[in-house]
């Protein structure tokens, strides 16, 4: 059972952290952007998202969204994993959207004026120039959103999400082994998340070497 909890945990945690991804850079892209459509939608979204718990956007997704569309007479349902995705991704979009406006906060605006110079568009500019840097320089903080992501999977059980905590709970239920169980899941979250940190702390390392070469 364990076993299967922890499968399921890497996979939701691994289809979040993508869609999270390219959310990601979608909202610091309209945040960034000049049409003020665009700059209200992203600023209300990452008010929405950073102003609540995930615990509440999770219920909101799962219990909120069915019972709004079937007061409108439209049959709407979502599964533990669908609802569990979606928040994970909205969730871990939005602070991903900040680490990455600050990344490119941080690279020189030399860089950009130095880009245009050479009649290199501002989209070309961003994506071949300023955008690269920022992802190294914000590294660290991006490795650091998916610790948190992954740790946050556990909220999603709540709902039903057959993670390595729900899949603990029903097994504690029957043989009522509290220690051992609890210590296999801690187990289990401490391995994940010192092989993601080793992983980043190697590409780091080739980034900057890269960078100086």
């Known amino acids: 059972m364990l076993f299967e909890g922890m499968k399921m945990t890497i996979i939701i ?29 992203a600023k209300v979204y990452l008010w929405i998202i950073r102003g609540t718990p995930l615990l509440v956007q999770t219920f909101f997704i799962y219990f909120g969204l069915p019972q709004a569309m079937a007061a409108i007479g ?9 609802a ?9 979009g939005a602070y991903m959207s900040e680490i990455f ?69 029903i097994y504690i239920g029957r043989t009522m082994e509290s220690f051992a169980t609890y210590t296999v899941v801690g187990a289990f979250y401490l391995v994940a998340i010192s092989v993601l940190t080793s992983v980043s702390s190697h590409i780091e390392r080739r980034m900057n070497s890269a960078h100086k070469s």
């Open 13 to 41: 945690s691994v289809v979040s952290l993508l869609i999270a991804f390219a959310l990601g850079l979608i909202t610091l892209f309209f945040r960034i952007s000049r049409i003020p459509p665009l700059v209200a939608v």
């Open 101 to 169: 406006r600050s990344g490119i906060l941080a690279v020189g605006r030399g860089q950009e004026e130095a880009a245009r110079s050479l009649g290199l568009s501002k989209s070309r500019t961003m994506a071949t120039v300023i955008l690269p840097q920022a992802l190294r320089i914000c590294a660290p903080s991006l490795v650091n959103q998916f610790i948190i992501t992954l740790k946050d999977t556990s909220i999603i059980s709540v709902i039903g999400f057959a993670d390595i905590v729900y899949q603990a709970k």
């Open 84 to 92: 569990g995705t979606i928040a994970l991704s909205l969730n871990a």
């Open 74 to 82: 439209a049959d709407f349902r979502l599964d533990a994993f669908a």
